[in-house]
């Protein structure tokens, strides 16, 4: 049995048959991808009607679940229809598969994780009273605003460097949730400590991933494509017609043989983290009995500390 698509002329390709590992890779990323569409709608099926509350009220969780949703269903379309954004190759023959249409996607998918990230910073900062975590929600979103920026340079010049930027910006996004999760931990006891501890060790590993292997790679490209001085830079609107236009259907491992161990963690893994932080969003209003008695008294005294100052002005405009 064999997976066979017609390619473009201009396309390089071979039949996608089970012997070629790609076709293994490929059934993998849709099976996950399956299944995480899946667990979204039990989510949504168990959480959008919750009862309200203060910190993880109706309005919220529905816009979590919204979030959630953008997010595990751009990547389950990236995974049925995997491309190379820079190199412009993909498997299969389809306008669907051109650049333009796939980092559409990736880019409001991904403004949206960056978005869940930002709404449990502020859920936990607001119940701790702790600014650093606050602060840093604000922060989030925007450094991955700038980051799909550099992206769509990359994709548009073909300029690897563009991604590598790119990445170092989801480094630093991520290096202030890890620091602001670790300002968190001394504030709550048992299962939620726990939890933190395993979301900083994941964003540990994902930062050396990125660092160590990622951004390193597209360091590598562009090094390599600079010192050939084969490589045509093209402006920003001949890539935009190229990238709404040109795709390459390829079957060769070779090709793909760098792709396959970030894209396989991302469609997976990162999907899995945007479904946690759903779950865990939900559980506002249980969170708070975790807070150790110094966070309690601390984040009561500044909240008695607010309603003092807003007193006296509450009184002179009744005055």
Sequence with gaps: MSLEWRAR??????SL?????????????TLVSGANIAVWFVLYRQLHEQPTGSLGGTSGI????LLCAAYVFGCAFRSFLPRADVQRICLFDTWLSSVVVGRSVATVAEICFAAQWAMILHQLGTMTGADTTLNAAWVIVPLILIAECFSWYAVLTTNYLGNAIENSIWAVAFFVV????????????GPVRVVLAIAIAGIASYLAFLMTIDVPMYLSRWRTEVA?????????????????????????????KDEIAWMSLYFSMAVWASLALCVFYSLGDYLPRYRTEATVA???SDALAV???QQPGAARHKV
């Design 17 to 29: 048959a089970w012997s070629n590992p790609l076709a293994w890779w490929w059934s993998l990323l």
């Design 62 to 65: 529905e816009l979590m679940l």
């Design 178 to 189: 890890g620091i602001s999760l670790c300002r968190l931990l001394p504030a709550f006891d």
């Design 9 to 14: 002329p201009s396309s390089v390709s071979s």
């Design 307 to 309: 309603v003092g100052k």
């Design 298 to 300: 601390s984040w009561s």
């Design 228 to 256: 050939d001085g084969s490589s045509k830079r093209l402006r920003p609107l001949e890539g935009l017609h190229d990238v709404s236009t040109r795709w390459i259907v390829t079957h060769d491992l070779a090709e793909w």
